[in-house]
T-cell receptor, first 113, second 113 residues
């Protein structure tokens, strides 16, 4: 049973570019949340998807957007990249109802130059 | 506004001794807390949790203590092993539910022989 998978593992972009990160949830899970972990900090909640809709959003600008597909996989898109967007992006999956813990993927490390 | 704080960025402990990792929170509405462990190049892994109706929860070598009046919790690892060397995050679900976690900045634990 595969856990949460993310792709790519590493990515280098330049300022102003756009990036798309991908996540496949753990088998049986229907909810995907995205977090940004800057260096030396804890993960910060970006947003959460369930039934292909954004259900909750953290304090992130509209440059950050997402999508969830019918198979529950998800994408995180970031437009007009800034140097400060350099971070580890973590995807977490869970069940919308009743799951008290989230399962995290290994993350995608994004470097913006 | 940091609602979950881990004020010790790092901790060094000798193998076999006790490791105590601390976490403070400011939001008195938090009623559930989790500890995650993170190794390099991996996503955070759930370790142990505690509900606010308890003051202690134990799982093998790991025990979490909760002091609601002080808004403080701690994770005890006894005995510490070199494989416990990792970054430990304290987290609490936001009012939006268990899928939206607020994390502390983490404490890097190094267990040396």
């Amino acid at each position: 049973d595969a856990g949460v998978t993310q792709s790519p593992t590493h990515l280098i972009k330049t300022r102003g570019q756009q990036v798309t990160l991908r996540c496949s949830p753990k088998s049986g899970h229907d909810t995907v949340s995205w977090y940004q972990q800057a260096l030396g900090q804890g993960p910060q909640f970006i947003f959460q998807y369930y039934e292909e809709e954004e259900r909750q959003r953290g304090n992130f600008p509209d440059r950050f957007s997402g999508h969830q597909f019918p198979n529950y996989s998800s994408e995180l898109n970031v437009n007009a990249l800034l140097l400060g967007d350099s971070a580890l992006y973590l995807c977490a999956s869970s069940l919308w109802q009743g799951e008290e813990t989230q399962y995290f993927g290994p993350g995608t490390r994004l470097l913006v130059l | 506004d940091q609602q979950v704080k881990q004020n010790s960025p790092s901790l060094s402990v000798q193998e076999g001794r006790i490791s105590i990792l601390n976490c403070d929170y400011t939001n008195s509405m938090f009623d559930y807390f989790l500890w995650y462990k993170k190794y390099p190049a991996e996503g955070p892994t759930f370790l142990i949790s505690i509900s606010s109706i308890k003051d202690k929860n134990e799982d093998g070598r790991f025990t979490v203590f909760l002091n609601k009046s002080a808004k403080h919790l701690s994770l005890h690892i006894v005995p510490s092993q070199p494989g416990d060397s990792a970054v430990y995050f304290c987290a609490a679900p936001d009012s939006g539910g268990y899928n939206k976690l607020i994390f502390g900045a983490g404490t890097r634990l190094a267990v040396h022989p």
